[in-house]
């Protein structure tokens, strides 16, 4: 039986979007990792899944999976995929998802841009979460970096150049971090803009990582060097995001496009 599935992507970030909604899908880590091989699969940084929402408010319960299986608790450039996926198949603009991370509301601006509302960075140790009682804001690691989650376990390196980022794959299986991280490496170029490149858990170095992009401008702000509303740019384009002072939730605001569709015969891969 062929599975009907969405090609996507936010900012070059992308994704393999599988709906089960009606019914679920014979879908296992190593069926998901097969999925997602470049080579001998669609190919993909996360699988993401869509169900019907058991929480009140919500319109979709959605699962973020990584390329290697595991499962993940955010990922803010799928969530602006799925918000406009759902808004072009149902015409509902503003879908709120519900996530492991929790409700996220969306909404589509004027020019066809999407904003998650990805709610409020976590930021101490034990809900980043970290293997010991440390100041998130100063890890004990090479590079001083800074912690927080959106959802998933965030690092933040602040740098004056990308020459750390090689370096990512090693930090993201720190024994610090017992769930491993994703690893975000940030250039301050004023309060106001930062560059910015992640290595996702499980995936590597992505072209944009939108819950990193949250969890690098937290970062920043908490050490003093950004504003709390900033411009990220990434290798795949930029973001916009604010840390609200009144609510205390991260907006991140950028595009989702749909690269294909297709079809895919799942007993054909390993599970």
Same mark, same amino acid.
């Given at each position: #039986?062929? /599975?009907?599935?969405?090609?996507?992507?936010?900012?070059?970030?992308? @994704?393999?979007?599988?709906?089960?909604?009606?019914?679920?899908?014979?879908? $296992?880590?190593? =069926?998901?990792?097969a999925?997602a091989?470049?080579?001998?699969?669609?190919?993909?940084?996360?699988?993401?899944?869509?169900?019907?929402? +058991?929480?009140?408010?919500?319109?979709v319960?959605? =699962?973020?999976?990584?390329?290697?299986?595991?499962?993940?608790?955010?990922?803010?450039?799928?969530?602006?995929?799925?918000?406009?996926?759902?808004?072009?198949?149902?015409?509902?603009? $503003?879908?709120?998802?519900?996530?492991?991370?929790?409700?996220?509301?969306?909404?589509? $601006?004027?020019?066809?841009?999407?904003?998650?509302? #990805?709610?409020?960075? %976590? $930021?101490h140790?034990?809900?980043?979460?970290?293997? *010991?009682?440390v100041? /998130?804001l100063?890890?004990?690691?090479?590079?001083?970096p800074?912690?927080?989650? *959106?959802?998933?376990p965030h690092?933040?390196?602040?740098?004056?150049?990308?020459? *750390?980022?090689?370096?990512?794959?090693?930090?993201?299986?720190?024994?610090?971090?017992?769930?491993?991280?994703?690893? !975000? @490496?940030a250039?301050?170029?004023?309060?106001?803009? #930062?560059?910015?490149?992640?290595?996702? %858990?499980?995936? !590597?170095? +992505?072209?944009?990582?939108?819950?990193?992009?949250?969890?690098?401008?937290v970062?920043?702000?908490?050490?003093?060097?950004?504003?709390? /509303?900033?411009?990220?740019?990434?290798?795949?384009?930029t973001?916009?995001?604010?840390?609200?002072?009144?609510t205390?939730?991260v907006?991140?605001?950028?595009?989702? /496009? +749909?690269?294909f569709?297709?079809?895919?015969?799942?007993?054909?891969?390993?599970?």
């Open positions: #039986m062929l /599975t009907s599935f969405y090609k996507m992507h936010g900012l070059g970030n992308d @994704f393999v979007i599988l709906d089960e909604r009606t019914g679920d899908l014979p879908l $296992t880590p190593g =069926r998901i990792a999925l091989h470049r080579r001998r699969g669609i190919g993909c940084d996360q699988l993401v899944t869509l169900r019907a929402p +058991t929480a009140d408010g919500a319109d319960l959605v =699962r973020f999976f990584n390329p290697d299986g595991s499962e993940a608790g955010a990922c803010g450039n799928a969530s602006r995929c799925v918000a406009d996926l759902v808004w072009r198949c149902s015409g509902n603009a $503003t879908p709120v998802l519900q996530t492991r991370a929790g409700v996220l509301p969306t909404s589509r $601006t004027s020019d066809g841009l999407i904003t998650v509302d #990805m709610g409020a960075p %976590r $930021t140790w034990q809900d980043v979460p970290l293997a *010991m009682a100041d /998130t100063h890890l004990p690691l090479p590079g001083d800074a912690a927080a989650s *959106m959802g998933n690092a933040t390196f602040f740098v004056s150049d990308f020459g *750390m980022v090689a370096q990512g794959h090693a930090l993201e299986h720190d024994p610090i971090f017992p769930e491993r991280a994703n690893i !975000g @490496f250039r301050m170029d004023g309060p106001h803009h #930062m560059r910015l490149k992640v290595h996702e %858990r499980g995936a !590597g170095v +992505t072209e944009a990582c939108g819950s990193g992009a949250c969890a690098a401008v970062n920043a702000v908490r050490r003093g060097l950004a504003a709390r /509303t900033c411009t990220v740019e990434l290798d795949g384009g973001l916009h995001i604010v840390w609200s002072e009144q205390g939730h907006l991140m605001t950028g595009s989702a /496009t +749909t690269a569709e297709g079809t895919v015969d799942l007993a054909a891969y390993p599970s």
